[in-house]
């Protein structure tokens, strides 16, 4: 007698139903939360930048000089003032030391921000592949238990076992969407705090050529 269609009541039945592949699919979506809670953490804007240290910024810059400023940003503990920092210590260099500094002590702080992000790509692109790997692996048994069951004449059988193939593949899309969505949701975050760096640290240099002239 041929098996009987496996009845798929309830969600954890259609986990179930999906076979061993759906163990590094949940183990991706694992990997895929504690980075994203990470990464919610270390980029909160709170923690990337300031208005109140722009402001306190300048507002020393223009008042006690880059020395003072500089005692601004040691306390400030945003990443924005470690990019800035870096042209204060260099504000008695020439133009092009300076900025040098700035993009060096930038592009370290854009590279620390972004090191964590690359699981999230990994998990993206693995999980909906682990999916089709599943999917394809399933419909060879379904197919292989219909030829050996004599179940050709039965579409009701093949249409249940193609069904569970699905799943896994299901499952990778449900655990790579979020993923890829939270990835470009942290890199809008890192680009508006580079875009902000920039506006600041033009600010930042207007206040500096000020002074020089003004002295």
Known sequence: MPAEPVRLDSLFDIVLSGGPLMIPIALCSIVALAYIVERSVRLRTGRLASSRFEDELLSALRTGGPQTALGVCDSAGVAQARVVAAGLVHADADWFQRE???E???AREVSRLSANLRPLVVVSMIAPLLGLLGTVWGMIEAFSNIALSEGLGKPEMLASGISQALVTTAAGLVVAIPTQAAYYYFKSRIDR??????????RLSETLLGARQAA
């Open 100 to 102: 040098k500094a700035v």
């Open 104 to 106: 060096d002590a930038g």
């Open 193 to 202: 705090f580079v875009q902000r760096t920039e506006d600041l640290y033009a």
